[in-house]
C-alpha cells in the first residue's frame, strides 16, 4: 500500500525540480525555517474497500507557501501568490509520480490560510486504486464471506 510518507515525497521531489531554489519542509518544522520554501503534508480522505484485494483512496496534499520577503511585507503579497500558485497548478495538473507510479490528480485548488489568512496554501486531491496488503505484504484481515443464501419470491 502506498504510504503518506511517500506521497509526501513525490509531491516535495515535484516542488524541488520546480523551484529549485526554494526549501521543502515537512510540518513538523515549525520555527528557524528559511524563506522561499513550502511545507508539505498529506493526509487520506478516504478509503474504501473495491473488492477483496483492492481499495479506492482518496488522499489530500497539503502544500503552504512562504516568500522570501520579510514576513511584514509578505502578508498577502498576491501578485507573488498567484504566479507561485499558477506554477504549481499547472504542475499538479493531473498525475503525481509517487515511486514508480502516477496517481490521478481530481482536483487542485488554493486558498489563503493561517491566522491571518496571509499564507498562500495549494491543495491537491489525489485518487487511486491500490492493494488491500500492508506495507509488509500482509493481509488486512478483512473476513471474506464463504456462502451466501438468496432466496426469490414474494412473501
Known amino acids: 500500500m502506498?504510504?503518506?510518507?511517500?506521497?509526501r515525497t513525490g509531491a516535495a521531489e515535484t516542488l524541488r525540480k520546480l523551484f529549485?531554489?526554494?526549501r521543502v519542509y515537512k510540518n513538523e518544522v515549525i520555527e528557524g525555517f528559511s524563506a522561499p520554501c513550502f511545507f508539505v503534508s498529506a493526509f487520506f480522505n478516504s478509503i474504501r474497500a473495491a473488492n477483496?484485494?483492492?481499495v479506492f483512496v482518496e488522499a489530500t496534499v497539503e502544500?503552504?507557501?512562504f516568500s522570501s520577503k520579510e514576513p511584514l511585507q509578505r502578508v498577502r503579497?498576491?501578485?507573488e501568490a498567484y504566479?507561485?500558485?499558477g506554477m504549481l497548478s499547472a504542475a499538479f495538473s493531473s498525475k503525481l509520480k509517487v515511486s514508480d507510479r502516477y496517481l490521478n490528480i481530481t482536483d487542485n485548488s488554493f486558498a489563503w490560510s493561517g491566522e491571518n489568512s496571509d499564507i498562500p496554501t495549494?491543495?491537491?486531491v489525489l485518487e487511486?486504486?491500490?492493494?488491500c496488503k500492508t506495507a509488509g505484504g500482509e493481509s488486512t484481515g478483512a473476513q471474506l464471506i464463504d456462502n451466501i443464501e438468496i432466496q426469490e419470491g414474494v412473501k
Open 2 to 7: 502506498i504510504t503518506l510518507k511517500e506521497i
Open 20 to 22: 529549485p531554489k526554494a
Open 52 to 54: 477483496k484485494e483492492t
Open 63 to 65: 502544500i503552504p507557501f
Open 77 to 79: 503579497d498576491e501578485d
Open 83 to 85: 504566479k507561485v500558485m
Open 122 to 124: 495549494f491543495q491537491l
Open 128 to 131: 487511486y486504486f491500490d492493494d
